[in-house]
Nanobody, 115 residues
Framework: QVQLVESGGGLVQPGGSPRLSCVVSGSIFSINAMLWFRQAPGKQRELVAGISSEYMTNYADDIKGRFTITRDNAENTVYLQMNSLKPEDTAVYYC?????????WGQGTQVTVSS
């Protein structure tokens, strides 16, 4: 059974730099593209960043240059390094992957940017 577990969220001051982690179990992690999404209150879930099995990355325009997605296949983990956080980055952050045409999601980790 595929499971994704996120961690690393919390209350962060504007300008802060937390790192989110997502550990994946139950699949051959190294062949999976991994994605980070976020959902702010009252808004639709949106794609933040993605990384392929070949380490190619892509980012949403509003976080480009501030966030970095990486992966460690030995640890079955994908990371999202977030820098220069703004209040509008406040959201629940989810990691995601597709296996056999099915989407798998973690439970999400809340990131709140506030002074």
């Amino acid at each position: 059974q595929v499971q994704l577990v996120e961690s690393g969220g919390g209350l962060v001051q504007p300008g802060g730099s937390p790192r989110l982690s997502c550990v994946v179990s139950g699949s051959i992690f190294s062949i999976n593209a991994m994605l980070w999404f976020r959902q702010a209150p009252g808004k639709q879930r949106e794609l933040v960043a993605g990384i392929s099995s070949e380490y190619m990355t892509n980012y949403a325009d509003d976080i480009k240059g501030r966030f970095t997605i990486t992966r460690d296949n030995a640890e079955n983990t994908v990371y999202l390094q977030m820098n220069s956080l703004k209040p509008e980055d406040t959201a629940v952050y989810y990691c995601n992957t597709y296996i056999g045409g099915r989407a798998y999601w973690g439970q999400g980790t809340q990131v709140t940017v506030s002074s």
